[in-house]
């Protein structure tokens, strides 16, 4: 990791075309690389183990093909390409995977990952639906249960301090995406929604201390940028799940606007919430895995009387950063058989009408070919939004 | 009867007992009576099948409104299509679960109109005075359903009942983590005991309570007991009457007419059984229905399974697992820690055998068990294009299946414990519609693939022979 500054984003542009490629140097050099899906797997307690973690991504340019000769076309997309990358062996340096209780696609399908790939170690985290005390105390005991599995495959207690000092690697990692996203508030951003992507995206195939070490060398590099590569435009938020390919954005931007900001889970779901240093190390990762990272398949009681008032508990963090990046629109990108998401969606729009905020809602099936499809959709919506 | 004449209707279905033809009227009634119970003032919550409530919602006199099975009665009636049109017009993907999309559907116009959309089926889905949502390891849309519904009825409160289960783990044992696990459920449906008692304005009566568990255990044993007649050769009763015979058993748990059911139905059978009478007298296949929802609107085709002298005699979709005293509930006079116990030990049932076989995984030594019990000859499934909860794994599994029942001569050790040859070989089917939209299916294409299945069973069967 000792490029010149002006290496850095040939660097990331390789992590992200060759995604994996450090995770596998590691594996050769000795180490043991754990694989996970979604943003509720706690890191920091893989991390804690002495192994490393990797985020498991898709691609949208490859046929889903292998993969469905044991998993139904009926699952989530993303969920499918995942599976399907994976049983060809792109990710075959892996020695373990751990899966969430994020929803049905994953959950209903860790026996089916578990055999498909033999891997040595796997482990599923049940993650609580619910943020009642009862629930927080529930997924501490299930964390535990997870940090002494994966304790015995590493043949190493996890300690306290081990977890301490995880935790303050991973928020280190979050100040400094949230660094990046400062990048975008001037008009035009000095950052392309594309490049940030997939920053962040490589962000998370590598030990913390290198993305850590990564992300510092990027923002030198961007801070010292005079010129914004974009032209001024409309400013879009995309609100959604996983988006970890960047050809989404891409077309967004390419079809005549910004992509300053966002409720992705590569993205402000998952980057901007820190964790609590103070007090037990695991009541800590159980209140921001469970409550601070803002995903639909978590349920949030109703608060008030009214819709208005439910949706603001809810939505609330889309009208903040619409107004801290001072959003033109959102684009609300779901993928098809996402349930969490999909239930969501009138009350999405509707939030986002009550504030005035113009929204387009795009159901995409997590394939380059369809994303392609989206364009014609998306001009309109600028065109309008002027 | 004007009702059952509108288009698109059909008539009745044939069955093979007199308890499954007994089921259509009994679903009426029972939706009717959520709408004179509404009239009467009492208390209704919206409420999902399996979520180890029902004895409590009763003991609380709290009328259950089961709306998964108001959309299935939709879809049967095959006027689901309105609704779902409804739902996919507010914004709802027609990719979603269509049991919830035809609910939301229904309700966003009953609220519209503030009164039952026109000609609702047996008379609409009353109001609800609250929705009990459940949050369980499995079925997203239970845990977002009734929040979406809440944007069209915001004064209707939600609890949402945790109800989580270990999945199967190599180096985890239940016992490893049983105790919070109860801890968290019971801790969960006190916590609905608490809302309900908030909502109703009045106290829970515990011996109540503990009368109807006690009720439901009785009722769950029976269950399990009469199925188990289904072993006989003819077999007197198949898969399609069991989609209709789920009703008391998810829908009345906890109550004496469900139970009641249940003890006409266990005599017929063996009645039955004693005339020798089967679905169909010549069984020339004995099918296992492995997993899946059916298609509510098309029910007939386990009718066109058994004219090709094919019969189910066991399914795992609407089945008791094994009688409570297998599960190893520990004793305990709380009716809660009860349903706790009853809740992980139908979860975790088969994970002891799947320990015991290498490679192998709960829900295919399920298969197994039934495969083997039940002498089976084939497995088919159904893949509901909306639904991911029931509807994910069961490739897997039956490619898991094909490891252990190979088309090839097998050496195994009989009974008087020697060796002989068999060929084990099980062709099996996967379906492919949806629960309510009959847009998703094909009458002709369906045929033809079970067509093209019982082929092959011939063929098997041809070659078990040689």
Same mark, same amino acid.
């Given at each position: 990791?000792?490029?010149?500054?002006?290496?850095?984003?040939?660097?990331?542009?390789?992590?992200?075309?060759?995604?994996?490629?450090?995770?596998?140097?590691?594996?050769?050099?000795?180490?043991?690389?754990?694989?996970?899906?979604?943003?509720?797997?706690?890191?920091?307690?893989?991390?804690?183990?002495?192994?490393?973690?990797?985020?498991?991504?898709?691609?949208?340019?490859?046929?889903?093909?292998?993969?469905?000769?044991?998993?139904?076309?009926?699952?989530?997309?993303?969920?499918?390409?995942?599976?399907?990358?994976?049983?060809?062996?792109?990710?075959?340096?892996?020695?373990?995977?751990?899966?969430?209780?994020?929803?049905?696609?994953?959950?209903?399908?860790?026996?089916?990952?578990?055999?498909?790939?033999?891997?040595?170690?796997?482990?599923?985290?049940?993650?609580?639906?619910?943020?009642?005390?009862?629930?927080?105390?529930?997924?501490?005991?299930?964390?535990?249960?997870?940090?002494?599995?994966?304790?015995?495959?590493?043949?190493?207690?996890?300690?306290?301090?081990?977890?301490?000092?995880? $935790?303050?690697?991973? =928020? #280190?990692?979050? &100040?400094?995406?949230?660094?990046?996203?400062?990048? /975008? *508030?001037?008009? %035009?951003?000095?950052?392309?929604?594309?490049?940030?992507?997939?920053?962040?995206?490589?962000?998370?195939?590598?030990? $913390?201390?290198?993305? =850590? #070490?990564?992300? &510092?060398?990027?923002?030198?590099?961007?801070?010292? /940028? *005079?010129?914004? %590569?974009?032209?001024?435009?409309?400013?879009?938020?995309?609100?959604?799940?996983?988006?970890?390919?960047?050809?989404? $954005?891409?077309?967004?931007?390419?079809?005549?606007?910004?992509?300053?900001?966002?409720?992705?889970?590569?993205?402000?779901?998952?980057?901007?919430?820190?964790?609590?240093?103070?007090?037990?190390?695991?009541?800590?990762?159980?209140?921001?895995?469970?409550?601070?990272?803002?995903?639909?398949?978590?349920?949030?009681?109703?608060?008030?009387?009214?819709?208005?008032?439910?949706?603001?508990?809810?939505?609330?963090?889309?009208?903040?950063?619409?107004?801290?990046?001072?959003?033109?629109?959102?684009?609300?990108?779901?993928?098809?058989?996402?349930?969490?998401?999909?239930?969501?969606?009138?009350?999405?729009?509707?939030?986002?009408?009550?504030?005035?905020?113009?929204?387009?809602?795009?159901?995409?099936?997590?394939?380059?070919?369809?994303?392609?499809?989206?364009?014609?959709?998306?001009?309109?919506?600028?065109?309008?939004?002027? | 009867?004007?009702?059952?004449?509108?288009?698109?209707?059909?008539?009745?279905?044939?069955?093979?007992?007199?308890?499954?033809?007994?089921?259509?009227?009994?679903?009426?009634?029972?939706?009717?009576?959520?709408?004179?119970?509404?009239?009467?003032?009492?208390?209704?919550?919206?409420?999902?099948?399996?979520?180890?409530?029902?004895?409590?919602?009763?003991?609380?006199?709290?009328?259950?409104?089961?709306?998964?099975?108001?959309?299935?009665?939709?879809?049967?009636?095959?006027?689901?299509?309105?609704?779902?049109?409804?739902?996919?017009?507010?914004?709802?993907?027609?990719?979603?679960?269509?049991?919830?999309?035809?609910?939301?559907?229904?309700?966003?116009?009953?609220?519209?109109?503030?009164?039952?959309?026109?000609?609702?089926?047996?008379?609409?889905?009353?109001?609800?005075?609250?929705?009990?949502?459940?949050?369980?390891?499995?079925?997203?849309?239970?845990?977002?359903?009734?929040?979406?519904?809440?944007?069209?009825?915001?004064?209707?409160?939600?609890?949402?009942?945790?109800?989580?289960?270990?999945?199967?783990?190599?180096?985890?044992?239940?016992?490893?983590?049983?105790?919070?696990?109860?801890?968290?459920?019971?801790?969960?449906?006190?916590?609905?005991?608490?809302?309900?008692?908030?909502?109703?304005?009045?106290?829970?009566?515990?011996?109540?309570?503990?009368?109807?568990?006690?009720?439901?255990?009785?009722?769950?044993?029976?269950?399990?007991?009469?199925?188990?007649?289904?072993?006989?050769?003819?077999?007197?009763?198949?898969?399609?009457?069991?989609?209709?015979?789920?009703?008391?058993?998810?829908?009345?748990?906890?109550?004496?007419?469900?139970?009641?059911?249940?003890?006409?139905?266990?005599?017929?059978?063996?009645?039955?059984?004693?005339?020798?009478?089967?679905?169909?007298?010549?069984?020339?296949?004995?099918?296992?229905?492995?997993?899946?929802?059916?298609?509510?609107?098309?029910?007939?085709?386990?009718?066109?399974?058994?004219?090709?002298?094919?019969?189910?005699?066991?399914?795992?979709?609407?089945?008791?697992?094994?009688?409570?005293?297998?599960?190893?509930?520990?004793?305990?006079?709380?009716?809660?820690?009860?349903?706790?116990?009853?809740?992980?030990?139908?979860?975790?049932?088969?994970?002891?055998?799947?320990?015991?076989?290498?490679?192998?995984?709960?829900?295919?030594?399920?298969?197994?068990?039934?495969?083997?019990?039940?002498?089976?000859?084939?497995?088919?499934?159904?893949?509901?294009?909306?639904?991911?909860?029931?509807?994910?794994?069961?490739?897997?599994?039956?490619?898991?299946?094909?490891?252990?029942?190979?088309?090839?001569?097998?050496?195994?050790?009989?009974?008087?414990?020697?060796?002989?040859?068999?060929?084990?070989?099980?062709?099996?089917?996967?379906?492919?519609?949806?629960?309510?939209?009959?847009?998703?299916?094909?009458?002709?294409?369906?045929?033809?693939?079970?067509?093209?299945?019982?082929?092959?069973?011939?063929?098997?069967?041809?070659?078990?022979?040689?």
């Amino acid at each position: 990791m000792n490029e010149q500054n002006s290496d850095i984003l040939s660097k990331v542009e390789r992590y992200y075309q060759e995604y994996g490629l450090r995770a596998r140097e590691l594996k050769n050099e000795g180490n043991k690389v754990i694989a996970y899906l979604c943003s509720l797997v706690p890191a920091e307690i893989i991390t804690a183990a002495g192994l490393v973690p990797f985020r498991i991504r898709g691609d949208v340019h490859e046929p889903i093909t292998k993969g469905d000769t044991n998993l139904e076309t009926i699952a989530c997309p993303f969920v499918r390409s995942c599976f399907d990358l994976s049983v060809k062996g792109r990710y075959d340096f892996c020695d373990g995977l751990i899966i969430p209780h994020a929803c049905d696609s994953m959950a209903r399908t860790y026996s089916t990952w578990k055999y498909s790939l033999g891997l040595p170690y796997s482990h599923f985290i049940n993650v609580p639906h619910t943020l009642r005390q009862s629930s927080m105390e529930f997924f501490k005991a299930e964390l535990n249960t997870f940090r002494k599995s994966v304790g015995r495959y590493a043949g190493k207690d996890i300690s306290d301090d081990d977890l301490a000092e995880a $935790i303050h690697l991973y =928020n #280190e990692n979050r &100040d400094k995406a949230k660094a990046l996203y400062e990048l /975008r *508030k001037s008009d %035009p951003p000095l950052i392309t929604g594309t490049e940030l992507s997939k920053i962040l995206t490589v962000g998370m195939s590598l030990p $913390i201390a290198e993305s =850590n #070490e990564l992300f &510092d060398v990027v923002l030198e590099e961007l801070r010292q /940028r *005079k010129e914004s %590569p974009l032209q001024k435009a409309p400013r879009i938020m995309v609100d959604g799940a996983c988006v970890d390919n960047v050809d989404f $954005i891409k077309l967004v931007e390419d079809s005549g606007a910004n992509v300053v900001v966002d409720t992705l889970c590569i993205g402000t779901r998952d980057y901007w919430p820190h964790t609590d240093v103070r007090g037990d190390p695991v009541d800590a990762l159980a209140h921001r895995y469970l409550d601070k990272i803002n995903c639909p398949r978590t349920y949030r009681e109703k608060v008030g009387d009214t819709f208005q008032e439910d949706a603001e508990s809810r939505f609330g963090d889309i009208g903040s950063l619409s107004k801290e990046f001072r959003v033109d629109g959102v684009i609300l990108y779901i993928y098809k058989y996402c349930d969490p998401f999909g239930f969501e969606v009138p009350a999405r729009k509707a939030y986002l009408d009550s504030l005035k905020m113009p929204v387009l809602y795009l159901e995409d099936e997590y394939s380059a070919g369809t994303i392609g499809r989206l364009r014609t959709r998306i001009q309109a919506f600028f065109e309008m939004i002027g | 009867m004007a009702e059952e004449q509108k288009k698109g209707e059909r008539k009745k279905r044939r069955t093979a007992t007199e308890a499954a033809s007994s089921i259509g009227p009994m679903v009426k009634e029972s939706i009717g009576g959520t709408i004179r119970a509404k009239q009467e003032g009492k208390k209704l919550a919206y409420s999902f099948i399996v979520c180890s409530y029902d004895e409590i919602i009763r003991a609380m006199d709290v009328v259950p409104v089961w709306t998964e099975n108001y959309a299935g009665v939709c879809g049967a009636k095959r006027d689901a299509e309105r609704f779902l049109e409804r739902a996919e017009s507010l914004g709802f993907s027609r990719s979603l679960c269509t049991y919830a999309l035809c609910g939301l559907g229904f309700d966003q116009w009953r609220e519209e109109l503030g009164e039952m959309p026109p000609d609702a089926p047996w008379g609409g889905q009353a109001r609800p005075d609250m929705m009990l949502s459940s949050g369980q390891i499995l079925c997203d849309p239970r845990n977002k359903w009734y929040q979406a519904a809440q944007q069209y009825m915001p004064d209707v409160p939600i609890y949402d009942v945790a109800l989580p289960y270990p999945l199967y783990e190599d180096d985890i044992e239940v016992a490893d983590v049983a105790d919070y696990y109860i801890k968290y459920i019971v801790e969960e449906l006190r916590g609905l005991v608490i809302f309900l008692e908030k909502q109703t304005g009045k106290k829970m009566d515990w011996d109540r309570l503990s009368e109807l568990v006690d009720l439901g255990e009785k009722t769950w044993n029976l269950i399990w007991e009469t199925y188990e007649l289904r072993r006989a050769v003819p077999t007197p009763m198949g898969t399609g009457d069991a989609m209709n015979t789920m009703v008391p058993m998810v829908f009345m748990l906890g109550t004496q007419e469900g139970y009641d059911f249940y003890v006409g139905l266990n005599k017929e059978l063996k009645e039955k059984i004693a005339r020798k009478e089967g679905v169909i007298q010549d069984e020339k296949y004995r099918l296992l229905w492995g997993g899946g929802l059916p298609s509510w609107f098309a029910l007939t085709d386990f009718n066109y399974f058994n004219s090709k002298g094919a019969v189910f005699p066991v399914e795992t979709t609407y089945r008791m697992i094994e009688p409570i005293y297998k599960l190893n509930i520990p004793e305990t006079n709380d009716p809660i820690e009860r349903l706790a116990w009853r809740w992980l030990g139908y979860w975790t049932y088969w994970y002891d055998k799947a320990k015991k076989r290498p490679g192998s995984e709960p829900d295919v030594e399920r298969l197994i068990q039934y495969i083997e019990d039940y002498k089976i000859d084939g497995v088919v499934m159904h893949e509901a294009f909306s639904c991911r909860t029931w509807h994910l794994g069961l490739i897997w599994q039956l490619n898991q299946l094909k490891k252990i029942y190979k088309p090839i001569p097998i050496l195994i050790l009989g009974k008087d414990e020697k060796k002989k040859v068999e060929k084990r070989e099980l062709p099996s089917l996967i379906l492919e519609s949806d629960i309510i939209d009959i847009s998703s299916y094909s009458e002709v294409d369906t045929r033809n693939r079970i067509d093209a299945f019982i082929e092959t069973l011939e063929s098997v069967a041809k070659n078990k022979g040689t």
